[in-house]
């Protein structure tokens, strides 16, 4: 299993972060930070102090990820393994019992598990074990870095562990160091009806699956379905009706799969098996997942045509290489919503003209989660991880203004959602407002005065200052003004600091 701290090769060292009622706080550190004193849940600031002749590498914690990359690693372990099991946040089991003689021996089986994690990067600690919970002791508490131990070997393996490798609750964690029972053979000396009696049934079952009496159920890892459907012919078929029509029978049926899954197909594969020539292959890739049979022929149908069969087809093969679950839809009592059906035709649309321009002609609008306005966005090729497909206006980058609007002049309606045209960069302006920290009463953009009819704010975005990369260090205040020409302009006045003077006027934005 990889393991928990990280070892990096670069001289500087690596903090995980995450914010807690207001503060950043060291989730994790690498083995550099934390032979320098780091300890996890310290301040980051106090992380740096220790850490004054190295300039760390300090990046957010994210376990959500850190468990979707954990997954794709078990996945990969199944080479070794038909059962494996993620163990969040930093473990993996193997279920290699029988498999061994398949690498030549247990120690070689092991010394590969090494090898490929060695080349991977990852620094591991390994465990051979009768038991789960036996190879996690081990793994993370051994004298070994890479072990493998007998039913018989167990016992006199994890006495001289310390009591956290039982991985008891709190409670009974704190009891047992009330009582300086500190190490796992300590524990074995005790009579079992006493830790009974005084601790109840879990610490005797933690007992015993360490020490391999018992072995604890793990969920493991289930292979992913493969979605491939095939027709085979007895002879060479060069018409081009016969392979149509076969194709329109394998799609039916593949699609009839995919929905009793409740899954559509975003990529498809269509393989032709040729008499005397290598395979062709043509590949079609969906804005969204689908199992709209006739949308589909619609865009496969014309590419037939431009295949080239050679001296004939033994076999056709459709492989749905990627897919996704359907979104729910209401299928009684309300039909489907506006915003539903014109997220699939949107979806229609698109496939339609990547199929005609090519994927590189067309690009979709990707939401980046940050809270600075002309980096909230992202151009993306449609069907690609980042793009997405939204009908929907949704806000994704700011937050609510904080303030009432405030009105120069006449009964004017603002606008509530952000502008849709950004300016990057912001345009400089001069402003003249009639109270301190006010909205502007006169705008000068672009060479032309303005008169400002009424306007609203200020909402204050701080700029992420600790990362050095995003915007400008400070914070901004923005107002939602409109002008005399009824033109509703998104303006900000920059600060370097939250007590420093204001500085430059921007205009960012223009609803059109």
């Keep these: ?147 493998a131990l007998s039913a018989e070997e167990v016992e006199d393996a994890v006495a001289p562990l310390p009591i956290v490798a039982l991985q008891l609750d709190g409670a009974t964690h704190a009891a047992l160091a009330e009582l300086d029972v500190r190490f796992v053979g300590e524990l074995l000396r005790l009579p079992r009806a006493e830790l009974l009696a005084r601790f109840g049934e879990p610490l005797l079952q933690r007992l015993d699956e360490t020490l391999a009496r018992e072995n604890p159920v793990v969920e493991p890892l289930r292979a992913a379905p493969v979605y491939q459907i095939s027709q085979a012919y007895e002879g060479a078929i060069q018409r081009i009706e016969i392979i149509e029509d076969t194709i329109e029978t394998l799609l039916d049926s593949l699609l009839g799969v995919l929905r009793r899954d409740e899954r559509g197909v975003c990529d498809l594969a269509i393989e032709f098996s040729r008499i005397d020539a290598e395979p062709v292959c043509e590949s079609f890739r969906f804005t969204q997942p689908t199992t709209d049979f006739a949308h589909l022929w619609r865009l496969i149908h014309p590419r037939l045509e431009r295949v080239h069969l050679g001296h004939g087809v033994e076999e056709i093969r459709l492989h749905a290489v990627r897919t996704a679950r359907l979104p729910c839809e209401q299928l009684t009592f309300w039909p489907a919503t506006d915003e539903q059906a014109g997220r699939v035709e949107l979806g229609v649309l698109l496939d339609r003209l990547v199929e005609n321009l090519g994927r590189e002609q067309v690009q979709c609008v990707a939401p980046v989660e940050t809270y600075v306005p002309e980096h909230a966005f992202a151009f993306a090729f449609p069907g690609s ?82 990362s050095g990369g995003e915007g400008h260090a400070g914070t901004r205040d923005y107002y939602t003004v409109r002008d005399e020409f009824g033109r509703a302009l998104w303006v900000f006045r920059e600060r370097i600091g939250l007590s420093a003077e204001p500085g430059q006027w921007y205009v960012h934005g223009l609803w059109a």
């Design 1 to 147: 299993m990889p393991d928990s701290e990280v070892s990096v090769a670069e001289p500087s060292s690596v903090l995980l972060y995450s914010v807690e009622r207001g503060k950043q706080i060291v989730a994790a550190c690498c083995r550099r930070a934390s032979d320098a004193g780091v300890r996890a849940e310290m301040t980051l600031a106090q992380a740096r102090a220790l850490l004054h002749d190295d300039e760390p590498y300090v990046v957010p914690y994210a376990p959500q990820e850190d468990a979707r990359k954990l997954a794709t690693l078990a996945r990969w372990f199944l080479r070794f393994s038909p059962t494996v099991s993620a163990q969040p946040p930093d473990g993996v089991f193997l279920d290699i019992s029988g498999c061994a003689r398949l690498f030549g021996g247990e120690s070689r089986h092991l010394a590969e598990i090494d090898g490929a994690l060695h080349r991977l990067g990852f620094p591991a600690r390994i465990a051979c074990a009768p038991s789960y919970a036996a190879a996690w002791a081990l793994a993370r508490y051994g004298p070994q870095r890479v072990c």
């Design 385 to 466: 991880d980042g793009a997405s497909i939204d009908t929907s206006v949704q806000d994704t980058y700011v937050r609510e203004p904080s303030a009432t609007g405030v009105r120069a002049g006449g009964a004017v309606m603002l606008p509530a959602v952000r502008p849709s045209q950004m300016f990057d960069p912001p345009e400089p302006a001069g402003v003249i407002s009639r109270v301190p920290d006010g909205p502007p009463a006169w705008l000068r953009w672009r060479g032309v005065h303005l008169r400002i009819l009424c306007g609203s704010g200020p909402e204050r975005i701080a700029l992420r200052w600790w």
